[in-house]
């Protein structure tokens, strides 16, 4: 019985001497000036390599964490689990949003588009008479 208590005792040590840590990798992707939510339970501590292109915003009601892209480009986030337990290292990449592209093509004039039979309703339905 002492031989168990003392084998139990030994695998206690090795195990807090060599912590099963776990490190999860992750590719992440965040529109501009968009937000991606954390909770705030698994997290203990956030650190942000290039702190010009994220942000870290903390919500204490929510319980969230929210990293808030600032620039376009990528950096790395390694986030410290609560349990001590491992850490997350996302590389995230800020990318711009495909409407906001679509905004910035120069628009078309409806007049190229329409056929000759709507150019000719248009010019009927401007004249002064038609109601």
């Keep these: 019985m002492l031989k168990v208590i003392i084998l139990f005792l030994n695998l ?14 992750k590719e992440v992707q965040i529109l501009f000036e968009k937000c991606k939510i954390v909770s705030q339970k698994k997290i203990l501590e956030i650190s942000i390599k290039n702190k010009d292109i994220l942000d870290i915003e903390n919500d204490y009601l929510s ?6 892209a600032k620039k376009i480009g990528s950096t790395d986030v390694v986030m410290l689990l609560a349990d001590g337990r491992g850490n997350i290292i996302w590389k995230v990449n800020v990318i711009q949003s495909v409407n906001h592209l679509k905004k910035k093509k120069k628009n078309c004039s409806t007049d190229k588009k329409m056929s000759k039979f709507d150019k000719d309703l248009k010019k009927f339905h401007q004249m002064s008479g038609w109601r």
């Design 63 to 68: 319980g969230r964490i929210c990293l808030k």
């Design 12 to 25: 206690m040590i090795f195990l807090k001497i060599f912590p099963n840590n776990f490190v999860e990798r």
